[in-house]
């Protein structure tokens, strides 16, 4: 296992992507499932007021930090994590891995099914096959909004993702319903891996677009999502996510 390190009381894995893909190749040859946890600056804050959004990161196998603002505070602090690790370049790098070994996924999220048009995560889907030689799909499945307040639903999505057997879940369907639904999978599924992984479904089926690379590489991420979902975000980042961000790199400078 990698080295931790403390950021605000979160325990954060020091390891690179190649890392992280290697680590769940080995961990499927052993037999052995898992859960990755990308937290960012606001998943970091929530951990201090939430103790089910705590839960799911100390359940985590590996916790990556998926947000620069993260990366930062660690070098401040004095005990610096590696690099920037997110779900929306893992969803490719894992499959690629497995891909080599022959091995299957389920992508869970994305847009819904509208008449005519394949939903998101099986358009997803075949945009990772194609891209990821010896990839196999076990399976693929947009839930319908509000589907986590129906319980035949929650019952029906899961017993398709146990019922495909995959070795690998994407579950991308927002923080904290994503997580909530792995460790419901978890206990039906000990041997499989998971990664909760926001909007990367949706990147990959190309219903949404990611921020350029400058703006990914200069922590510049949320202002790219908060430009194309205003009303969304505005009152989460601005009014939480950058006061917190501010405290936590002068907090672990201070500290160092």
Known sequence: MPERIMLDGVSVDAITEP??????????????????????VDILRRARLDAEVRGYLEDATLVVADGTPLVWASRLAGTPLPERVTG????????????????????????????????????????????CPGLRIAGWRSPEYGFEDDPYL?????????EAKPDLVYVGVGFPKQEWLVSLLRT????????????????????????PEWMQKSGLEWAH???????RLA????????PYALRLLASNAVRR
């Open 19 to 40: 890392e992280v893909v290697a680590a769940v190749r080995g961990a499927l040859d052993r037999g052995e499932g898992g859960r990755i946890v990308t937290p960012n």
């Open 235 to 242: 009152r989460r980042y601005l009014r939480h996510d950058a």
């Open 88 to 131: 929306s370049d893992l969803i490719w790098s894992l499959s690629a891995g497995l891909g080599e070994d022959g091995r299957s996924v389920y992508l869970l999220g994305g847009e819904p099914e509208d008449p005519g048009w394949v939903d998101g995560a099986g358009r997803a889907a075949g945009h990772l096959a194609a891209a």
């Open 188 to 211: 039906e599924l000990p041997f499989t891996w998971f990664l909760g992984c926001g909007a990367a479904i949706n990147f990959v089926a190309g219903d949404r677009e990611r921020a």
């Open 154 to 162: 929650v019952a029906s999505v899961c017993r398709d993702v146990v």
């Open 225 to 231: 999502r908060l430009g194309n979902e205003p009303r």
